[in-house]
């Protein structure tokens, strides 16, 4: 599905992945931890195109396509969909517009035909539903005045809605309340399937606990240093990363 | 009146001040007593018009041009400037579609304008004019029932002089400012609209179907009265790029709503703004105000401005009566070399009055833009409101927006609010979308429309689908 090799990226002459090495197969889950400004958020951010930062090596391909050729909406399109960590407001733009324009530039990238509105409709309530959200929500503007958990709960439900080949959830748990995160952990688990793969960064085992991941990999000083299976998140929990950063130093 | 006679005495006097040839009459260039003379022979106008612009044009000799708006163009050289220019005989017009420029055709077809209709706004001479004639015949006669009158200004002033007398003139003076009393001695024509007392006009009046008809030219004057208990909306301008050969256009509209009337005044301003120099582009420095004279009487403006090379314009309300409104909601957007200084002017002199402004700017390209507001509360508006929001979008790096709020305050009873902000299109906002599969295209368009969504929705529904697109079209290419 994703493949990243040898991947380096600077941004403003800064190095902050230094050969980094990923391979993620179809119907896998992986997590990636690490200390901070370990360069998390840039992989993610490099893996969806986002302007500002510069590859000076490496390659990145998905489902063998070169995906450091194709634009922003290109890789959305293909199947890519990032999860924000901090997902931003658009004044007077309703969510329901978003949605409606994001599901239909994929299925006119897929050859298919608009959605009519009722169908359209009928599958937003399905999903507004699962992720417990009220339908006033739809007429509100993206992401405006919402509470930390809602926006979160937003990101789900378009993933839940556009059905992405790969996900990327960028700290995806962070200012979520208990509640909050089994919603979401629900919303992420209900797309698990054989032919998608899902990728979180996070800080915490907390979430692992809810999306139980069959990749776990310690990122830090912008390289893989460590991967291993779930129990490799306790250890974490209970260890702290130094051990780990010394050991890979050895 | 021998019209042909009036003619005929001015051309004599003036060999050279006119060409005429069978088809069309044009004036050549530069302002004196007898062009005027000549503008309202062709009117067939009673001396009492002509005197009236006579005086304006003495007045204005005596005027400077101003310099304080927030806007830069060459001098204007009004010995340059023909005066008048009759309608073009279908002869000189394209013959059909395939004579039009395909770059005007191309944006028809963006802004989803029907076939039969970019015709018509491409200037092409119809010598059957399919459905508009019934539809127009309809409208008259409905109009005539309710009691409305919608004719051009210079039907009015022949066929409803004491109206006329009464009002033209009595919201916007002709000493109001250099371009008012410029228009005052020159205007070519315009709309006339009266809605008696209590009714309700029947339908959205529009220019739309008298100026495909006539070509009402450079100074437009128009004049709307609304009696007691009367309403009107009203629907100036059209989203498709109008063909004009004239640079100057200073227009002036005068609402008057008497007692528990309601005027609510919308347009869409797509002048030609130029090439991407800004070279050719029209000025368009236009005097709008409202009055409302009566108790709980209302004046709403909205306005979507999207062309022209320098817009200068502030439509304002002066509320006289107790409890009247005040509205203002604008979109301006500028791209390219375009600049606009605009915005409003709130008057408020009856006890209770309130007032609401919203206006949205948008600048992309090296485009400038200044937003111009002044509220004044006067000792006697007890009570007085008014809220004022003014929010600027820049797209890119090159462009500018500037605000200048002015506040009067007489009275200590009055309430004002003020809120402003500037926000560049976010690169994170972009970002988001883009990451969801839309097109940068759309997306800027999705971010636009979502930041104007206040003002569109005081537009009539027809018209507020047309200014989306014609957004879309404005801001083509001022992002990538």
Redesign the interface.
Known sequence: MLEVKDLRVSVEDKEILKGLNLTINPGEVHAIMGPNGAGKSTLSAVIAGRDGYEVTSGSITFEGEDLLEMDIEERARAGLLLGFQYPVEIPGVKNVYLLKAALNAKREHLGLPELEAPEFMKLVREKLQFMKMDSSFLHRSVNEGFSGGEKKRNEILQMLILEPKLALLDEIDSGLDIDALKIVSEGVNSLRDAGRSIVMVTHYQRLLDYIVPDHIHVLSDGKIIKSGDKSLAFELEKRGYDWVIEEAAQ | MANQEMEQLVRREYKQGFVTDIESDTVLPGLNEDVIRFISAKKEEPQWMLDWRLAAFEQWKEMTEPEWAHVNYPTIDFQAISFYSAPKSSDDRPKSLDEVDPKLLETYEKLGIPLHERAALAGVAMDMVFDSVSVTTTFKKQLGEAGVIFCSISEAIREYPELIKQYLGSVVPVMDNYYAALNAAVFSDGSFVFVPKGVTCPMELSTYFRINAENTGQFERTLIICEEDAQVSYLEGCTAPMRDENQLHAAVVELVALENANIKYSTVQNWYPGDEEGKGGIYNFVTKRGECRGDNSKISWTQVETGSAVTWKYPSCVLKGKNSVGEFYSVAVTNNMQQADTGTKMIHIGEGSRSTIISKGISAGRSDQSYRGLVKILPGAKGARNFTQCDSLLIGDQCGAHTFPYQEISNSTAQVEHEATTSKI????L??????????E?AVN??V??????VFKELPMEFAVEAEALLNVSLEGAVG
Do not use: A, H, V
Not at chain 2, 449 to 454: A, E, S, T
């Open positions: 976010g690169e994170d906002q970002f988001y979308c883009r990451q969801r599969g839309i097109s940068e759309d999705m971010i429309n979502g930041f104007c969504k206040d």
